[in-house]
């Protein structure tokens, strides 16, 4: 299976920090890897799809980087909507596998 | 606009098995697949396995393989996955998704259905 490792675990940020989330696979994935942000009790919503294309109706300050093995998921300027958990996801074989998850608080 | 509405919550006792529905709207069923994903309590996701609703061919996580069975009601654009020898590490909110695109992705998922076991 891949392993999906992503990086911090938790970040404390402030409203307009810029925040980044980096997600690493244990072989390359090509650019077969998506973003999810999950709220508590929600099902999680896909951000960034093909490591770099944004899905329809997410805001522009969101933006994904990477190829091969290391990824980068951007917020540009932090929302208060956007304190949440991020998820990795590689697409390139089965079974799927998601990274643990970056949780992002308020500072 | 696409819809999957799942099953209730469900509380089981050890050993035994719980069915969890997905049922699919606002698009032809049999283009697409669907994924189970679960999610442990306070936990991460858990990739459990696909089916295809135009085939019914199905590829499960090797983990659970022999304990997990996901079929499909193409009558009612339905898709079960039922889960069998329960413990308390299957305790977890399970959601049902749409595999779309190439590479694929996850863009509609169901609410999630909470299922506790325990004795």
């Known amino acids: 299976d891949i392993q999906m490792t992503q990086s911090p675990s938790s970040l404390s940020a402030s409203v307009g920090d810029r925040v980044t989330i980096t997600c690493r696979a244990s072989?390359?994935?090509?650019?077969?890897l998506n973003w999810y942000q999950q709220k508590p009790g929600k099902a999680p919503k896909l951000l960034i799809y093909?490591?770099?294309r944004l899905q329809s109706g997410v805001p522009s300050r969101f933006s994904g980087s990477g190829s091969g093995t290391d990824f980068t998921l951007a917020i540009s300027s932090l929302q208060h909507e956007d304190f949440a958990t991020y998820y990795c996801?590689?697409?390139?074989?089965?079974?799927?596998?998601f990274g643990q998850g970056t949780k992002v608080e308020i500072k | 606009q696409v819809q999957l509405v799942q099953s209730g919550t469900e509380v089981k006792k050890p050993g035994a098995s719980v069915k969890v529905s997905c049922k699919a709207s606002g698009y032809t069923f049999t283009n697409y697949g669907i994924v189970w994903v679960r999610q442990a309590p306070g936990q991460g996701l858990e990739w459990l396995g696909w089916?295809?609703?135009?085939?019914?061919?199905?590829n499960y996580a090797q983990k659970l393989q022999g304990r997990v069975t996901m079929t499909l009601d193409t009558s009612t654009s339905t898709v079960y996955m039922e889960l069998s020898s329960l413990t308390s590490d299957d305790t977890a909110v399970y959601y049902c998704?749409?595999?779309?695109?190439?590479?694929?992705?996850?863009?509609?998922w169901g609410q999630g259905t909470l299922v506790t076991v325990s004795s």
């Open positions: 998704a749409r595999p779309d695109g190439n590479p694929q992705y996850f863009a509609y």
């Open positions: 093909a490591a770099s």
């Open positions: 996801q590689q697409s390139y074989n089965t079974p799927r596998t």
């Open positions: 089916i295809s609703a135009y085939t019914g061919d199905t």
């Open positions: 072989q390359s994935i090509n650019v077969n």
